[in-house]
């Protein structure tokens, strides 16, 4: 909406249903949020009751719970993963699709275990998979998907002890694909498999072509960091046919990016994928799955029509239909079977569900600084001269442009004088407040006359009268904690009041954190203007709570910081420099990086958990005699010792370091099966 409909809307009553659209709860809230009758943001899922937001966070203040607070929808995720299993059933319908589809949840997105869970829970009925990318991912997902059924896909690049892991989880008679993302790292996992004489099943992610847009586009195209070009697939495909072991590729894997913006990248991205897919079925290898990886996107802005990197020009259906229609009609071209189809949605998946409310502490700048001034005859000449300008701006009906530009001028040029002479010492104080009190008004009044103008035929200092009215809301949160994408890469995330929605949010202003630092404030917001540094607000009142809801949140952004990929902290050193010592330095201290147990627990998994229920896998393995009791006893010291390990790959266990398996690999390689 834009302003001149806000300044019409004065003029009537705003009603709730005003809020949802001048706040674009349709373009981002996916069906999951609205306003209610009284005036709150209310939050509902299918037949379940409406939650009212408000009153949850009057209850967690009333509870003694600080804020800023995350509050989680548990209820958003079920729902996510049910419209996700439910378009790809609808799009496998509508194409006569034979093969199955199966989502995998990328845990990277948001680790916390109760997401997990709540994903796995939900997704029990599809069977859902999970995908790890990291050591400390892999270490809980391996013991957290129960049955044996469900896909886990561990990508990214792997050190020895990982691929042992994944071994060991396929010893236990789990459906885990090892994802190779270079022909070295394939290398080593054949000979770690021969080694353990363990069959080969692994998959390939393809470095394809295409690339997406926007922030994530390098993780696909020619300059992606992540998988096999098509020439080491070829020599991939060249030893498993020496080696007779074809069978052993299950799975060809893509990722164009998350958040593609333009659904036309990815039909061009599926339809490279599928082709290397016939084709590898042309020359006997038949891969049972095809993983189109993530990038399965969500609209945080009000964009409509794509371009803009945070919206997307496609609905969750059209995205299902894209990748059925896509692989089935090469398929049937190419007269070979339709494999599984696995997507590896994550931020569609989770970002809905987490919303995190921050509590205005106060205002100020020109509207919440000025108090309304009544000029008397005892003021300065220059404030009356103000004191005129105001009231003929107020007062006098049909203003065009250029007499409002006019009245802008004289404002500025009397505001500068009074100025001049306060330096001077001409002026008091009082007076000066007072004349800066009369230019601010002069200004909202000639801005307020400004939105009922064409803003085409705005003049350039009219135009920017809006940036300059605004006012600073200081909020008790950081930026840089929560909302790390908005910070470090200028990612709009919708911002709303969540009360007194059924007023009219005639004040603007831009949201502030709580540090000193220059970037602590939200400079974007939602809207089809995308300069646009404001949002509408209301004033604040005394003694009365007013909270922000900071929207869709849950992917990424709540468990970013030092915890993405569950990576951690580093080791440091601290180091000195010292002419007496032989190097020329000393070392004072070091203190060691995070441990896999330390990344895990900060997501609500712990070790004797984790142990035990590996424990229960292994032992009913060993029950079932798949497993000898001896294989059972190592493969559990070797998942224990994950706990205390370094949460990063040991370079000695990486292709190109002299290491034990580096030696095994060339011997391995060198010999036909
Ligand atoms: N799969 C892989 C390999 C990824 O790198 C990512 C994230 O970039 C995802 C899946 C999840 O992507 P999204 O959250 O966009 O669905």
Same mark, same amino acid.
């Given at each position: 909406?834009?302003?001149?409909?806000?300044?019409?809307?004065?003029?009537?009553?705003?009603?709730?249903?005003?809020?949802?659209?001048?706040?674009?709860?349709?373009?981002?809230?996916?069906?999951?949020?609205?306003?209610? %009758?009284?005036?709150?943001? +209310?939050?509902?899922?299918?037949?379940?009751?409406?939650?009212?937001?408000?009153?949850?966070?009057?209850?967690?203040?009333?509870?003694?719970?600080?804020?800023?607070?995350?509050?989680?929808?548990?209820?958003? @995720?079920?729902?996510? !993963?049910?419209?996700?299993?439910?378009?790809?059933?609808?799009?496998?319908?509508?194409?006569?699709?034979?093969?199955?589809?199966?989502?995998?949840?990328?845990?990277?997105?948001?680790?916390?275990?109760?997401? !997990?869970?709540?994903?796995?829970?939900?997704? $029990? %009925?599809?069977?859902?998979?999970?995908?790890?990318?990291?050591?400390?991912?892999?270490?809980?997902?391996?013991?957290?998907?129960?049955?044996?059924?469900?896909?886990?896909?561990?990508?990214?690049?792997?050190?020895?002890?990982?691929?042992?892991?994944?071994?060991?989880?396929?010893?236990?008679?789990?459906?885990?694909? /090892?994802?190779?993302?270079?022909?070295?790292?394939?290398?080593?996992?054949?000979?770690?498999?021969?080694?353990?004489?363990?069959?080969?099943?692994?998959?390939?992610? @393809?470095?394809?072509?295409?690339?997406? $847009?926007?922030?994530?586009?390098?993780?696909?195209?020619?300059?992606?960091?992540?998988?096999?070009?098509?020439?080491?697939?070829?020599?991939?495909?060249?030893?498993?046919?020496?080696?007779?072991?074809?069978?052993?590729?299950?799975?060809?894997?893509?990722?164009?990016?998350?958040?593609?913006?333009? *659904?036309?990248?990815?039909?061009?991205?599926?339809?490279?994928?599928?082709?290397?897919?016939?084709?590898?079925?042309?020359?006997?290898?038949? /891969?049972?799955?095809?993983?189109?990886?993530?990038?399965?996107?969500?609209?945080?802005?009000?964009?409509?029509?794509?371009?803009?990197?945070?919206?997307?020009?496609?609905?969750?259906?059209?995205?299902?239909?894209?990748?059925?229609?896509?692989?089935?009609?090469?398929?049937?071209?190419?007269?070979?079977? $339709?494999?599984?189809?696995?997507?590896?949605?994550?931020?569609?998946?989770?970002?809905?569900?987490?919303?995190?409310?921050?509590?205005?502490?106060?205002?100020?700048?020109?509207?919440?600084?000025?108090?309304?001034?009544?000029?008397?005859?005892?003021?300065? /000449?220059?404030?009356?001269?103000?004191?005129?300008?105001?009231?003929?701006?107020?007062?006098?009906?049909? *203003?065009?442009?250029?007499?409002?530009?006019?009245?802008?001028?004289?404002?500025?040029?009397?505001?500068?004088?009074?100025?001049? %002479?306060?330096?001077?010492?001409?002026?008091?104080?009082?007076?000066? $407040?007072?004349?800066?009190?009369?230019?601010?008004?002069?200004?909202?009044?000639?801005?307020?006359?400004?939105?009922?103008?064409?803003?085409?035929?705005?003049?350039?200092?009219?135009?920017?009268?809006?940036?300059?009215?605004?006012?600073?809301?200081?909020?008790?949160?950081?930026?840089? +904690?929560?909302?790390?994408?908005?910070?470090?890469?200028?990612?709009?995330?919708?911002?709303?009041?969540?009360?007194?929605?059924?007023?009219?949010?005639?004040?603007?202003?831009?949201?502030?954190?709580?540090?000193?630092?220059?970037?602590?404030?939200?400079?974007? #917001?939602?809207? #089809?203007?995308?300069?646009?540094?404001?949002?509408?607000?209301?004033?604040?009142?005394?003694?009365?709570? #007013?909270?922000?809801?900071?929207?869709?949140?849950?992917?990424?952004?709540? *468990?970013?910081?030092?915890?993405?990929?569950?990576?951690?902290?580093?080791?440091?050193?601290?180091?000195?420099?010292?002419?007496?010592?032989?190097?020329?330095?000393?070392?004072?201290?070091?203190?060691?990086?995070?441990?896999?147990?330390?990344?895990?627990?900060?997501?609500?998994?712990?070790?004797?958990?984790?142990?035990?229920?590996?424990?229960?896998?292994?032992?009913?393995?060993?029950?079932?005699?798949?497993?000898?009791?001896?294989?059972?006893?190592?493969?559990?010291?070797?998942?224990?010792?994950?706990?205390?390990?370094?949460?990063?790959?040991?370079?000695?266990?990486?292709?190109?370091?002299?290491?034990?398996?580096?030696?095994?690999?060339?011997?391995?390689?060198?010999?036909?099966?």
């Amino acid at each position: 909406m834009t302003d001149a409909k806000v300044t019409a809307l004065h003029s009537r009553r705003w009603t709730s249903a005003d809020a949802q659209a001048h706040f674009h709860m349709h373009a981002w809230g996916g069906g999951y949020f609205s306003v209610n %009758a009284a005036g709150h943001v +209310q939050m509902k899922v299918d037949d379940l009751p409406a939650i009212d937001v408000r009153q949850v966070v009057d209850e967690i203040a009333r509870r003694g719970v600080d804020r800023p607070v995350l509050i989680r929808f548990q209820d958003i @995720l079920a729902a996510r !993963v049910r419209e996700l299993n439910a378009a790809f059933q609808q799009a496998r319908e509508e194409c006569s699709y034979a093969a199955p589809y199966r989502a995998v949840y990328p845990i990277k997105v948001n680790q916390m275990h109760e997401v !997990v869970d709540e994903i796995l829970e939900a997704g $029990a %009925a599809y069977e859902l998979g999970l995908e790890c990318g990291s050591k400390a991912e892999l270490v809980a997902a391996v013991a957290l998907q129960e049955g044996d059924d469900a896909l886990l896909i561990c990508n990214g690049y792997k050190d020895d002890a990982m691929l042992g892991l994944v071994l060991d989880a396929q010893s236990l008679g789990k459906n885990v694909v /090892p994802v190779v993302e270079k022909f070295e790292e394939f290398e080593r996992l054949y000979a770690l498999a021969r080694q353990r004489g363990i069959a080969l099943r692994f998959g390939v992610r @393809l470095r394809l072509g295409v690339s997406s $847009a926007g922030h994530w586009a390098d993780s696909s195209g020619d300059r992606s960091k992540f998988g096999v070009s098509f020439s080491q697939l070829v020599d991939i495909v060249s030893v498993l046919a020496r080696d007779d072991c074809r069978d052993a590729l299950v799975l060809l894997h893509c990722h164009l990016g998350s958040q593609i913006p333009n *659904i036309m990248t990815l039909a061009e991205g599926v339809r490279e994928l599928a082709q290397v897919y016939v084709q590898l079925c042309n020359d006997g290898i038949a /891969p049972e799955f095809l993983d189109v990886g993530g990038g399965l996107g969500v609209n945080y802005d009000a964009g409509v029509g794509g371009g803009a990197e945070t919206s997307i020009n496609y609905t969750l259906q059209e995205y299902a239909n894209t990748v059925v229609s896509t692989v089935g009609e090469i398929c049937a071209t190419a007269k070979q079977p $339709a494999p599984t189809l696995i997507t590896e949605s994550g931020r569609a998946l989770t970002a809905h569900h987490s919303l995190l409310v921050v509590p205005a502490l106060g205002a100020s700048g020109p509207g919440a600084d000025h108090s309304d001034v009544i000029v008397t005859d005892d003021d300065d /000449p220059l404030i009356k001269a103000l004191g005129d300008t105001l009231r003929w701006v107020t007062e006098e009906p049909a *203003i065009g442009v250029r007499e409002l530009l006019e009245a802008f001028h004289d404002a500025t040029a009397r505001r500068r004088d009074a100025s001049g %002479a306060f330096r001077m010492g001409y002026l008091s104080l009082g007076q000066k $407040a007072r004349a800066d009190s009369l230019y601010f008004k002069i200004c909202e009044c000639i801005e307020r006359d400004t939105g009922k103008i064409d803003w085409r035929t705005l003049p350039l200092e009219l135009a920017t009268l809006p940036d300059m009215l605004v006012d600073q809301y200081l909020c008790d949160f950081s930026v840089f +904690q929560s909302m790390l994408d908005h910070w470090a890469i200028g990612q709009c995330f919708p911002v709303m009041p969540l009360q007194r929605l059924d007023e009219v949010p005639d004040r603007r202003a831009m949201l502030v954190d709580l540090t000193c630092d220059s970037d602590g404030k939200i400079a974007r #917001y939602v809207s #089809y203007d995308e300069q646009r540094r404001y949002l509408d607000v209301h004033a604040l009142r005394d003694g009365e709570p #007013y909270y922000f809801g900071i929207f869709l949140m849950g992917a990424y952004q709540d *468990i970013m910081g030092d915890a993405h990929n569950l990576f951690g902290r580093v080791s440091e050193v601290h180091v000195y420099a010292d002419d007496e010592e032989d190097d020329g330095f000393y070392i004072e201290k070091i203190l060691p990086g995070s441990q896999v147990q330390d990344m895990l627990g900060q997501v609500q998994y712990f070790p004797n958990d984790l142990q035990r229920r590996m424990s229960d896998i292994v032992r009913r393995k060993v029950q079932a005699k798949r497993l000898r009791a001896s294989e059972g006893v190592e493969i559990l010291d070797r998942y224990r010792a994950f706990f205390s390990a370094s949460p990063y790959l040991d370079p000695e266990q990486l292709p190109g370091e002299s290491g034990v398996s580096g030696e095994a690999v060339s011997e391995a390689m060198d010999q036909p099966a």
